[in-house]
Structure formats: structure tokens, C-alpha cells
Nanobody
């Protein structure tokens, strides 16, 4: 059974930091491209950052220079370090794993940034 379990969300003041974690099980983690998506109320889900099995990363323009995605294959975990948080970063953040035709999602974790 595939599971992606996010943790690390919460309430933080603008300018603060959070680190999200997504622990995967039931998949060969090292073969999966991993990503973080977010969805704010009334908005479409958007890609925040992604990392390939080889460690190449990309991120949305809105978070460049503030957010960093990384992975630890030994722990089957992907991270999202979020610095200089803004109120507009408030959303539910979800972890995604992708391999071939397979696409997996976590349940999401709430991030709320107060002004």
C-alpha cells in the first residue's frame, strides 16, 4: 500500500520559516520524481517545487529564492524548506510522487502565514 504522509505544517508569522516533510512508503522512492503542490482557497492547485530522482530541482517563480526542495532517498523522504514566508503562501501543501504512469498524493498539510 502506497502512502505519502506530510508533516510540518502550521501557523507562522510573515517572515518566518517552516520545513515540510513527506515520508513515503510502499514505493521505490529513489525512482520517483517528487513534488510539492499547494492549493489556496478559491484557487487552482499549483506546483511549488519538484525534484527528479537524480536530484534536479525546479520551483515556481513565486517561491524562487525562498523555498528549497530536497530529498533523502535513504529515509524515503522529501522536504520543502520554506523561508521568508508571506501571507500569500497560505495554502494546503500536498506531496506528490510520480513514476512512469503512477501518480501518488499525500493528504496535505495546512500552512497558514499571518501578517
Amino acid at each position: 500500500q502506497v502512502q505519502l504522509v506530510e508533516s510540518g505544517g502550521g501557523l507562522v508569522q510573515a517572515g518566518g520559516s517552516l520545513r515540510l516533510s513527506c515520508a513515503a512508503s510502499g514505493i521505490i522512492f529513489s525512482r520517483n520524481a517528487m513534488g510539492w503542490y499547494r492549493q489556496a482557497p478559491g484557487k487552482q492547485r499549483e506546483l511549488v517545487a519538484a525534484i527528479t530522482p537524480g536530484g534536479n530541482t525546479n520551483s515556481a517563480d513565486s517561491v524562487k529564492g525562498r523555498f528549497t526542495i530536497s530529498r533523502d532517498n535513504a529515509k524515503s523522504t522529501v522536504y520543502l524548506q520554506m523561508n521568508s514566508l508571506k501571507p500569500e503562501d497560505t495554502a494546503i501543501y500536498s506531496c506528490n510522487g510520480r513514476f512512469s504512469v503512477y501518480n501518488y498524493w499525500g493528504q496535505g498539510t495546512q500552512v497558514t502565514v499571518s501578517s
